[in-house]
Nanobody, 118 residues
Framework: QVRLVESGGGSVQAGGSLRLSCAVEGRAISRSVTAWFRQAPGKGRNLIAQ???????DYWDSVKGRFTISRDNVKNTVQLQMNSLKPEDTAVYYCALKSGLSGGYDIWGQGTQVTVSS
């Protein structure tokens, strides 16, 4: 059974940084597509960054240049480094993984809260 466990959320002032981590159990991330999503209060869950099998990365426009997704194949973790945080980055952040070769993200972590104050 595949399990994702996020950590590293918290509260920070605007302009600050946080680093989120997602520990993946039951599957090698080097052979998986993984991503970070976020859901702000009253809004839908949106993809913000993903990392492919190849290591190629993609970013949602609003975080491009500020956030960096990476993975540690030895520790089997996926990280999200968030710099220059803004109040609009306040959301619950979720780690996700695609269990199949096609289709969407179907395995999710429990989420971790990030709050950015102005």
């Amino acid at each position: 059974q595949v399990r994702l466990v996020e950590s590293g959320g918290g509260s920070v002032q605007a302009g600050g940084s946080l680093r989120l981590s997602c520990a993946v159990e039951g599957r090698a991330i080097s052979r998986s597509v993984t991503a970070w999503f976020r859901q702000a209060p009253g809004k839908g869950r949106n993809l913000i960054a993903q990392i492919q099998w190849s290591g190629d990365t993609d970013y949602w426009d609003s975080v491009k240049g500020r956030f960096t997704i990476s993975r540690d194949n030895v520790k089997n973790t996926v990280q999200l480094q968030m710099n220059s945080l803004k109040p609009e980055d306040t959301a619950v952040y979720y780690c996700a993984l695609k269990s199949g070769l096609s289709g969407g993200y179907d395995i999710w972590g429990q989420g971790t809260q990030v709050t950015v104050s102005s």
